[in-house]
């Protein structure tokens, strides 16, 4: 290659700077690797930043009766069994620790009157289990992270994204990327390395996710050679905002809900009595996704095509103190006072639970040196998964990766990346200035979130599918052929261009997978196969790839042993 | 639907110039979404930091018609339309591009911090009361458009004896937690330069969480220096009632 670039070498090299990237970075530099930790953006800005309601962890201090049998309980219970139940043993185990550590850290939740960690209600669970800061959980939670992180010593590569990762035979040996401040190209050798890149909401139109949740990690591994389970199941949130148009799908915490919101239609009629009489408000994200959605639907939304979320008839201070970004959020940004009146919500793409096949105990992925944690990772949540357990997953499949991740650098020989990736992944990043002519990304990219909104949504069918398929790949086709502009200082045009590559691959697996699961089973819902199958109970969805195409295969689910399964018919 | 029209800076550190893009103007639409309609339309690699836009993660901070702001949280309804918006980046910071500026400095000034150290044998039973507090400290972003205001380092640049609004925020928070155990007071006189502020309040009148940075941090924390280093009483007494 006529090009220079950097080497920077680690034994554990991290790519992702969110809530599970930090924690695994923090575990590895504790047992004394040297940890790199990379990230798109600057450091702190990460999409647990946004995280509003809650960690769920069993602490029972607020109500005395949880344990981590029912965190374990309902997080099976919320999945529709189709979980890796020992990671959600592991997760509801592990969860009051992580918490804790946590505070020692520094975070500082909000209390009870006793002095100890307050938790509230959230949908699915069967106690009051969230810990919490208000309605900024997430910016408690990475602010303590990115210090500790920062104290230890390792070493942060902001602004900084990888596209490839590098093999040496069979396993992981780095990672190829580029800066984004000046576009030039940097080399990370590593013994191990870490995904915790987050999810895919940027192929839909809707959502709550940042520019970042391009489905990196999961592209950069499916290329590397692993599988990538459970790819059907995306979490569509009930409660984004709605109006106006520029804030459409931000997110609305569950802690609305949690504290006492009320949903009705245009009618005035609180239509959760009809799809979930018990739980009402609070069932579980899919269940009242899919309720806001009928109502709409059929004809009973509000003015902007949604429902009413009403939480007014809490005294405006309480509002104020347990909601406040909420209150700020819909006052500068929509003109409506939460104290006052209601909020417009409808559903919005928020959470991904397939990603990359891991091992529950310690989060490694089939190719040897590389792990995932995080939305990155499946198997945790199943087909769906309950607000609350991803701030807990962070933390829990977080500090496992980087321990697992420590201990494999331990053993692994020095990594020797073979210069001809080097050179691909350089001419590939470069290719999109030399065409002569061609598309724009930003385009591109409409027409992909236009078809994924369309065609692999909230319902999804076979005949949408189909065409959903075949949009991705003629899209994938039109992708080889963009052109950038500019140059390679600072260029968000060229990042997305790249940032593509990843999004309609992990929407091909989205796509293939919900064609194949012929049921409805939790956040993967099919108008010609209402029911949910129990023959597709025991059945997980992966793909690989195998050549050049994406190959899909099944995995029986593991079964839980005796004395949890006990623990799991006790529920029903 | 009407037009607007934006005057955005392009350019690098060696130079730039204001540029005019026309963009359509929806109900309730901010600076940061006009920001992508040019980047999705007219020029695709106009450099703008962002994340969340929604007023949670501090990224997408610049100066519009001249006032330090979130672009995200900027409604351009707020805005005279009748004139063309002007976009420019934070002048505290050395521009990269376009309106993204080289805020690593913050990031240095940071780890110099000690962390959070908890005193030997607390039982972590901490009042709500003691929580808000400090909690109002916590609520920060790091958008920087305190620092990006603040006359000791956008006028005079002082970078290497000042910390800024941000970096007395946190050591507030800090220093205000119940359960810390070790005085950041030396540093803060020493090399955070807390001296140097003259409280003006321009950090607070910019900070998009109304976190009270002049009153709530700057003037308590001036205090614990002026305890520590000019009353050796209060000291003492300070030492004890902690203990």
């Known amino acids: 290659m006529s090009e220079k670039y950097e080497t920077r070498e680690h034994d554990v090299l991290v790519i992702g700077a969110g809530g599970a990237g930090l924690r695994a970075a923090i575990e590895a530099l504790g047992q004394g690797a040297s940890v790199g930790v990379v990230c798109k953006s600057l450091l702190g800005k990460a999409h647990t930043v946004m995280a509003e309601g809650g960690i769920a962890a069993a602490m029972a201090n607020v109500d005395r009766g949880d344990d981590w049998r029912t965190h374990f309980r309902d997080t099976m219970k919320g999945g529709k069994y189709l979980n890796n139940w020992r990671m959600a043993q592991l997760h509801a185990q592990e969860a009051p620790d992580r918490v804790r550590e946590l505070e020692q850290w520094g975070a500082l939740f909000d209390r009870t009157a006793d002095g100890d960690i307050l938790q509230r209600a959230f949908g699915g669970h069967t106690f009051k289990r969230l810990c919490h800061v208000g309605d900024r959980t997430g910016l408690e939670m990475i602010r303590t992270?990115?210090?500790?992180?920062?104290?230890?010593?390792?070493?942060?590569?902001?602004?900084?994204?990888?596209?490839?990762?590098?093999?040496?035979?069979?396993?992981?040996?780095?990672?190829?990327?580029?800066?984004?401040?000046?576009?030039?190209?940097?080399?990370?050798?590593?013994?191990?390395?870490?995904?915790?890149?987050?999810?895919?909401?940027?192929?839909?139109?809707?959502?709550?996710?940042?520019?970042?949740?391009?489905?990196?990690?999961?592209?950069?591994?499916?290329?590397?050679?692993?599988?990538?389970?459970?790819?059907?199941?995306?979490?569509?949130?009930?409660t984004g905002m709605v109006w106006p148009p520029g804030v459409q799908g931000i997110l609305v915490t569950e802690a609305v809900r949690?504290?006492?919101?009320?949903?009705?239609?245009?009618?005035?009629?609180?239509?959760?009595?009809?799809?979930?009489?018990?739980?009402?408000?609070?069932?579980?994200?899919?269940?009242?996704?899919?309720?806001?959605?009928?109502?709409?639907?059929?004809?009973?939304?509000?003015?902007?095509?949604?429902?009413?979320?009403?939480?007014?008839?809490?005294?405006?201070?309480?509002?104020?103190?347990?909601?406040?970004?909420?209150?700020?959020?819909?006052?500068?940004?929509?003109?409506?006072?939460?104290?006052?009146?209601?909020?417009?919500?409808?559903?919005?793409?928020?959470?991904?639970?397939?990603?990359?096949?891991?091992?529950?105990?310690?989060?490694?992925?089939?190719?040897?040196?590389?792990?995932?944690?995080?939305?990155?990772?499946?198997?945790?949540?199943?087909?769906?998964?309950?607000?609350?357990?991803?701030?807990?997953?962070?933390?829990?499949?977080?500090?496992?990766?980087?321990?697992?991740?420590?201990?494999?650098?331990?053993?692994?020989?020095?990594?020797?990346?073979?210069?001809?990736?080097?050179?691909?992944?350089?001419?590939?990043?470069?290719?999109?200035?030399?065409?002569?002519?061609?598309?724009?990304?930003?385009?591109?990219?409409?027409?992909?979130?236009?078809?994924?909104?369309?065609?692999?949504?909230?319902?999804?069918?076979?005949?949408?599918?189909?065409?959903?398929?075949?949009?991705?790949?003629?899209?994938?086709?039109?992708a080889d052929r963009v052109r950038v502009e500019g140059s390679r200082l600072f260029n968000p045009g060229w990042h997305l261009a790249r940032d593509l590559r990843s999004m309609l691959m992990v929407s091909e697996a989205v796509a293939v997978s919900a064609l194949a699961r012929k049921e409805s089973r939790g956040a993967h819902s099919r108008l010609d196969f209402p029911k949910t199958d129990p023959e597709w109970g025991k059945r997980n969805l992966v793909v690989a790839k195998r050549g050049d195409s994406m190959a899909l295969d099944e995995r029986p689910v593991s079964p839980v042993p005796p004395d949890l399964g006990a623990l799991l018919e006790s529920a029903t | 639907m009407s037009d607007a029209v934006l005057k955005v800076f392009r350019g690098t550190s060696a130079g730039g110039e204001l540029v005019e893009y026309r963009v359509p103007v929806a109900p309730g639409m901010v600076v940061l979404d006009a920001l992508h309609h040019i980047q999705g339309h007219l020029a695709p690699d106009l450099a703008v930091r962002w994340n969340c836009k929604a007023g949670k993660c501090g990224s997408c901070s610049a100066e519009v018609n001249g006032r330090p702001r979130l672009t995200c949280k900027t409604r351009m309804d707020s805005l005279p339309l009748e004139e063309p918006v002007t976009v420019t980046p934070m002048k505290a910071f050395p521009v990269i591009r376009d309106l993204v500026t080289d805020v690593s400095w913050n990031y240095e000034v940071n780890r110099r911090i000690p962390p959070f150290s908890p005193r030997a044998g607390t039982d972590w039973k901490i009042s709500q009361a003691d929580v808000e507090r400090v909690q109002e400290f916590r609520k920060c972003i790091e958008c920087f458009l305190c620092q990006n205001v603040c006359h000791v380092?956008?006028?005079?640049?002082?970078?290497?004896?000042?910390?800024?609004?941000?970096?007395?925020?946190?050591?507030?928070?800090?220093?205000?937690?119940?359960?810390?155990?070790?005085?950041?007071?030396?540093?803060?006189?020493?090399?955070?330069?807390?001296?140097?502020?003259?409280?003006?309040?321009?950090?607070?009148?910019?900070?998009?969480?109304?976190?009270?940075?002049?009153?709530?941090?700057?003037?308590?924390?001036?205090?614990?220096?002026?305890?520590?280093?000019?009353?050796?009483?209060?000291?003492?007494?300070?030492?004890?009632?902690?203990?």
């Open chain 1, 145 to 238: 992270l990115q210090d500790r992180g920062v104290q230890m010593g390792f070493h942060v590569y902001m602004e900084c994204a990888v596209t490839r990762l590098l093999k040496d035979g069979d396993r992981v040996c780095g990672a190829f990327g580029y800066w984004r401040e000046q576009g030039r190209f940097v080399v990370f050798k590593a013994k191990s390395v870490v995904l915790a890149t987050g999810g895919i909401g940027k192929a839909w139109q809707v959502t709550s996710n940042s520019w970042e949740y391009t489905g990196d990690g999961m592209s950069l591994a499916y290329d590397a050679g692993a599988e990538l389970l459970d790819m059907e199941f995306v979490q569509f949130h009930p």
């Open chain 1, 258 to 478: 949690g504290e006492g919101g009320v949903l009705t239609n245009r009618q005035g009629e609180r239509f959760m009595t009809r799809y979930d009489p018990e739980k009402m408000e609070l069932s579980t994200r899919d269940v009242v996704a899919r309720a806001i959605y009928t109502e709409v639907r059929e004809g009973r939304g509000t003015e902007h095509g949604g429902a009413y979320l009403d939480i007014s008839h809490k005294p405006a201070e309480y509002v104020k103190k347990k909601l406040p970004s909420m209150y700020h959020q819909f006052l500068e940004l929509a003109d409506v006072d939460i104290t006052k009146g209601p909020m417009e919500v409808g559903p919005t793409c928020h959470y991904m639970m397939g990603g990359v096949r891991v091992d529950a105990e310690t989060a490694s992925s089939s190719v040897p040196g590389l792990f995932a944690a995080g939305e990155v990772a499946a198997g945790l949540h199943g087909a769906n998964r309950l607000g609350g357990n991803s701030l807990s997953d962070l933390l829990v499949f977080g500090r496992r990766a980087g321990l697992a991740a420590a201990e494999h650098a331990n053993r692994a020989p020095a990594p020797g990346a073979d210069g001809g990736q080097i050179e691909d992944a350089a001419r590939e990043m470069l290719a999109y200035f030399e065409r002569p002519a061609g598309e724009s990304p930003y385009a591109l990219h409409r027409d992909l979130t236009a078809s994924m909104q369309e065609l692999v949504g909230i319902f999804r069918e076979e005949a949408d599918l189909e065409r959903g398929l075949a949009r991705i790949r003629e899209l994938q086709e039109r």
């Open chain 2, 153 to 243: 380092l956008r006028d005079h640049d002082k970078k290497e004896r000042f910390g800024g609004p941000r970096f007395f925020v946190r050591v507030a928070g800090l220093e205000m937690h119940p359960l810390d155990g070790v005085s950041r007071t030396k540093l803060l006189k020493e090399e955070l330069g807390l001296g140097l502020c003259n409280i003006t309040k321009c950090c607070t009148e910019v900070c998009p969480e109304d976190i009270h940075i002049t009153d709530n941090a700057i003037i308590p924390l001036k205090e614990r220096v002026v305890d520590d280093f000019y009353d050796p009483i209060a000291k003492i007494l300070r030492k004890v009632f902690r203990a």
